[in-house]
């Protein structure tokens, strides 16, 4: 594989997709940088882009991707590989966080979330898997939270939509292994990004009445995260990292961030227990992740 890679990247427009796609453009990677309505609500953020690739002569093409729009990632994929030819990377970036208890959530404030923090990578996915299966390589990368590891009272179902990804990438890293396929979960700590001005609220307020100190917990877990929040940039410097590790050494999981919050050390103990789970299962071998061969090729 060339060592300049092709990374396509949901959700570019602000945070840690922005800084994503200018730090691995600056090391010559070929970035498509893919947000919702460049042409309208993200004008101002695409055009910003588009200068700084301009000026600095950086490998950046910004595309519209809106990842609850199955259309809408089949036509920005099939854009990204008719202009470079391939995808190496693609990073399932694309989130936002969904806060207060969790009475207060409707349900259709919960199917919302997850189209985006849960469906929206599933989408991606379908839509890149048939080309980096050609190629018989590629990295599926997901950029989960330390809170997809452990639970924050009053996040529960930000939660829960990540521990649902974490688990969705898991499964996909075994099953595509063999073809050459790898998987990279990225489980951030808090950082500094426009995250919490987009956060959302649970929308039936009513619903506290009853919970005394409890209706503290959002504004004591918000005021946590935000005063140990870490600069956004030490994440996309691991993510270069990360793309730069060559193929097969790659862990599964990396937690990235300021607080140590034990994710580690869960992290280590899943290892071993679903290490014992394959073996147990007979399925080590073929979940082994084979450089350049795809399943039933010659
Ligand atoms: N910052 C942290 O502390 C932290 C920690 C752990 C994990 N994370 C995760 O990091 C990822 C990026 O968040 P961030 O911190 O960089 O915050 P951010 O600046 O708010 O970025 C979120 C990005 O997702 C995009 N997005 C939302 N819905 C979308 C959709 N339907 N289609 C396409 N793009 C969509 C937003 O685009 P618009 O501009 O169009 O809204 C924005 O570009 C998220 O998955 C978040 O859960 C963040």
Excluded at 82 to 108: H, M, P, Q, S
């Amino acid at each position: 594989m060339n060592s300049k890679q092709v990374v396509l990247i949901t959700g570019s427009s602000t945070g840690f997709g922005r800084l994503f796609t200018e730090t691995l453009a600056r090391k010559g990677h070929t970035v498509f940088a893919t947000m919702r309505d460049p042409g309208g609500r993200n004008a101002k953020n695409a055009s910003e882009i588009r200068a700084l690739a301009e000026k600095d002569s950086l490998p950046i093409h910004v595309i519209e991707m809106d990842v609850t729009d199955d259309a809408s990632v089949e036509r920005a994929v099939n854009a990204a590989v008719a202009k470079a030819g391939r995808i190496d990377v693609a990073i399932n970036n694309a989130g936002y966080f969904l806060g207060g208890l969790g009475e207060t959530v409707t349900t259709e404030q919960a199917q919302r979330l997850m189209d985006t923090n849960f469906f929206g990578p599933v989408r991606v996915n379908r839509a890149v898997l048939p080309h980096m299966r050609r190629q018989r390589s590629g990295v599926l990368m997901y950029i989960s939270s330390g809170a997809g590891r452990v639970v924050l009272p009053s996040g529960g179902f930000y939660c829960a939509s990540k521990f649902a990804l974490e688990a969705l990438a898991e499964s996909y890293s075994y099953e595509l292994a063999a073809q050459g396929i790898e998987s990279v979960i990225v489980e951030p700590g808090a950082y500094e990004t426009p995250v919490i001005g987009n956060a959302v609220t649970g929308a039936d307020k009513a619903r506290t009445n009853t919970y005394g100190a409890a209706k503290e917990f959002p504004a004591k877990v918000g005021g946590a995260l935000a005063s140990t929040a870490g600069n956004a940039q030490d994440v996309a410097d691991a993510v270069l990292r990360i793309i730069e590790t060559p193929p097969g050494e790659k862990q599964l999981r990396y937690f990235v961030s300021p607080q140590d919050w034990g994710v580690d050390e869960i992290n280590a103990l899943s290892k071993r227990v679903q290490a014992n789970m394959l073996e147990g299962f007979g399925l080590t071998a073929d979940t082994r992740f084979l450089k350049g061969k795809a399943v039933g090729s010659a």
